[in-house]
T-cell receptor, first 112, second 117 residues
Framework: GNSVTQMEGPVTLSEEAFLTINCTYTATGYPSLFWYVQYPGEGLQLLLKATKADDKGSNKGFEATYRKETTSFHLEKGSVQVSDSAVYFCALSDRGNTPLVFGKGTRLSVIA | KAGVTQTPRYLIKTRGQQVTLSCSPISGHRSVSWYQQTPGQGLQFLFEYFSETQRNKGNFPGRFSGRQFSNSRSEMNVSTLELGDSALYLC????????????????FGEGSRLTVL
């Protein structure tokens, strides 16, 4: 079945550091890929998405590129801020009627 | 445009009781999904409703049930509560393609945090 594997957290970075959160997936066909973010005390919200190979999703300084050859969708940001502290979830949709599959989440803490 | 609204936000129950959680999706969204979030298991899919019909179900016991109304609002019910049911229950709504397949882009509410004592 479909699955998503994320790097284990927590990840602690200093402000302005470079961020990478690894995400790999297993799926049949050509899934759509997503990054969701959950700030403390809130529900999840979509951060970015990519729907086909080599697509790059970007939002709020975050980027992720859909790499079919490595089945990966790593999240990156060049300079993190304290306000980026949250839990980040990688997810995939096989474009059918099956539910979105989430990774276990990676908690990011950014210290000033 | 109003977001997904979940009620209640917090509730405390005791073992053996039952609970009903409510979710109002974004206007125009006909698909509603429910997830259980716990520190140990992460996000686990409960079920999805579309046009008042459950069309996907996760691997949860029959104590967990749900329904959707004609206005797309949804409720989920947990009967005979157990300590392990303590969790954040998240509702998400989404648009669907013309062929009724999910777009995959979910809009989440803030969740209902259930504590079972």
């Amino acid at each position: 079945g479909n699955s998503v594997t994320q790097m284990e957290g927590p990840v602690t970075l200093s402000e302005e550091a470079f961020l990478t959160i690894n995400c790999t997936y297993t799926a049949t066909g050509y899934p759509s890929l997503f990054w969701y973010v959950q700030y403390p005390g809130e529900g999840l919200q979509l951060l970015l998405k990519a729907t086909k190979a080599d697509d790059k999703g970007s939002n709020k300084g975050f980027e992720a590129t859909y790499r079919k050859e490595t089945t990966s969708f790593h999240l990156e940001k060049g300079s993190v801020q304290v306000s980026d502290s949250a839990v980040y979830f990688c997810a995939l949709s096989d474009r059918g009627n099956t539910p979105l599959v989430f990774g276990k989440g990676t908690r990011l803490s950014v210290i000033a | 445009k109003a977001g997904v609204t979940q009620t209640p936000r917090y509730l405390i129950k005791t073992r053996g009781q039952q609970v009903t959680l409510s979710c109002s999706p974004i206007s125009g969204h006909r698909s509603v999904s429910w997830y259980q979030q716990t520190p140990g298991q992460g996000l686990q899919f409960l079920f999805e409703y579309f046009s008042e019909t459950q069309r996907n179900k996760g691997n949860f016991p029959g104590r967990f049930s749900g329904r959707q109304f004609s206005n797309s609002r949804s409720e989920m019910n947990v009967s005979t509560l157990e300590l392990g049911d303590s969790a954040l229950y998240l509702c998400a709504s989404s648009l669907v393609w013309r062929d009724r397949r999910n777009t995959g882009e979910l809009f989440f509410g803030e969740g209902s945090r259930l504590t079972v004592l």
